[in-house]
């Protein structure tokens, strides 16, 4: 795994998740406590809604949030990959060290390799979340 990273000022959250303008994002894990902040620039970034759990057309990425608690990671992991467009990327979005629901670097790993993914590398994206990019094996 590489070394986490911050996100630089200069970079919108979207671009730092390596999204572009037009492409269809689907959101897992929406809760009153994620980073609306975060959330909109992303959708500002894209010109588009992020579309929700129950989106079945073939998407360009996933932002997963995830706490602690919150069901069984590697089960959720697998989830996103219904309608996942090869070689696209899932972030998994989680509370940062010290917060409530933060979940420790080597669970997201260790889940990862049993849903058939691999942690590419970590940021953090706002003031209580670090986000997890993830990809498919065969990338």
């Known amino acids: 795994m ?12 979207a671009e730092v998740l390596s999204f572009t303008s037009g492409q269809i994002v689907q959101e897992f894990g929406y809760d009153d406590d994620v980073d609306h902040d975060l959330r909109d620039a992303i959708e ?4 588009e809604d992020l579309e929700d759990e129950d989106c079945q ?8 949030w995830w706490r602690e608690g919150d069901g069984d990671l ?7 990959l219904t309608t996942l ?13 010290g917060r409530d629901g933060h979940v420790a670097p080597g669970e997201i790993q260790e889940c990862a390799g049993i849903a058939g993914l691999r942690v590419m590398s970590s940021v ?9 990019r993830l990809a ?3 990338n």
């Open 57 to 64: 057309e073939i998407v360009d990425g996933v932002i997963m």
């Open 85 to 97: 467009a090869p070689g696209a990327p899932v972030w998994v979005l989680t509370p940062k060290a």
């Open 2 to 13: 590489s070394p986490s990273a911050d996100a630089t000022s200069s970079s919108s959250p």
């Open 136 to 138: 498919s094996r065969t």
């Open 124 to 132: 953090s994206l706002a003031k209580d979340w670090t986000g997890t």
């Open 74 to 80: 590697t089960d959720a992991m697998v989830d996103t």
């Open 44 to 47: 500002d970034f894209l010109g």
